[in-house]
């Protein structure tokens, strides 16, 4: 009896440690994913728990300005159940990465990274009315305005300096989080002429031609590769062809050689062939970033190995994060 207790003593034992070890996991989660970035413009309300733990190193939100509120408040615009608010984006963007920027002992969101986490905002309001001037120089004056979005973004992010990358005074300090703010709703204006800052702007590749965006101010440049490339989604291609193949790596080349990271939007969701297909190009020619609101299937493809078979012809991947030396042009 003694021998029959002991044994299911040791069981209990195992199966207490295997729990442990599953708890352990899950709050360590997955392999980290350095190009994969989550689109949660949509949602879910915890973009960033969520991301996290699929081990994506950048998440994409989209926020709105809630007026109905005094003062107005910056919320997620993301699908809510019926009467349920959307969550602010302090409780569910800042709060959460400051949380995972204290547990972690090298101050960084993903255990054991030294890459900053990427968050890219996303703001896309109802346009409002056309303003009833005719002069050329008035009208620039009026899409160069401040957006009460960027305000009431920034009053948020100042408290929390110590965790973000910053622009000041001419230099790009890294930090835990890299904000950059997405969409064409943002003023180059209102980071243009800030001697401080805490985000910075998408880029094009209009910006890599003198007079662009310097790199202080648009690290990152998006490029849409279905008008690229001449995707239609109504037309199967049995293999991508060698002509996009050409495209697709050029771009990589060409913001690599001007000091930005790259991400394509574009990019076909469905079916899922097709967006595997496209996955394993971008990854190929090097891409830093391969995005979707796909979660499980990006997470699963980005863990696999690359295909070298693909990758020898690739233009050589830069590293995620820029060496704060070269990113401040010395």
Not at 93 to 102: F, G, R
Not at 133 to 145: D, H, K, M, N, S
Not at 278 to 284: K, V
Request: overall charge neutral.
């Amino acid at each position: 009896m003694s021998n029959g207790l002991a044994t299911v003593a040791s069981g209990m034992v195992g199966l207490a440690a295997m729990g442990a070890l599953a708890a352990a996991r899950a709050r360590r989660g997955r392999p980290y994913l350095a190009d994969g970035l989550l689109v949660a413009v949509d949602g879910p309300a915890d973009p960033v728990v969520t991301a996290v733990r699929a081990g994506f190193a950048g998440v994409e939100v989209a926020v709105r300005l809630d007026t109905d509120t005094v003062p107005p408040v910056l919320r997620l615009d993301c699908d809510m159940p019926d009467g349920e608010p959307a969550p602010t984006f302090e409780q569910a963007v800042l709060e959460p990465l400051a949380a995972l920027v204290a547990e972690s002992p090298l101050g960084r969101v993903h255990p054991r990274r030294a890459e900053p986490f990427l968050l890219l905002v996303h703001a896309d309001p109802e346009p409002a009315p056309p303003p009833r001037v005719t002069a050329p120089q008035q009208r620039a004056a009026l899409l160069q305005a401040a957006r009460p979005e960027y305000e009431a973004l920034d009053l948020l992010l100042r408290p929390r300096a110590e965790l973000l990358t910053t622009f000041l005074g001419g230099r790009v300090v890294p930090g835990a989080i890299t904000v950059v703010l997405t969409g064409p709703y943002w003023s180059r204006a209102d980071l243009l002429g800030a001697y401080e800052r805490f985000a910075f702007l998408e880029g094009r590749f209009s910006d890599l031609e003198p007079g662009g965006l310097p790199v202080t101010v648009a690290p990152l440049v998006t490029e849409a590769l279905d008008a690229r490339i001449g995707w239609d989604p109504h037309e199967e291609w049995p293999e991508f062809p060698a002509e996009a193949r050409h495209i697709l790596r050029s771009l990589v080349g060409a913001a690599h050689a001007g000091g930005r990271r790259i991400r394509f939007v574009g990019v076909p969701e469905d079916p899922r062939h097709v967006r595997t297909a496209f996955w394993q190009e971008l990854r190929a020619a090097g891409a830093d970033l391969i995005a979707s609101r796909h979660r499980a299937p990006l997470a699963r493809f980005l863990r696999k190995p690359v295909d070298r078979e693909r990758k020898h012809r690739a233009e050589p991947r830069r590293p995620a994060v820029q060496d704060e030396q070269r990113l401040n042009g010395r």
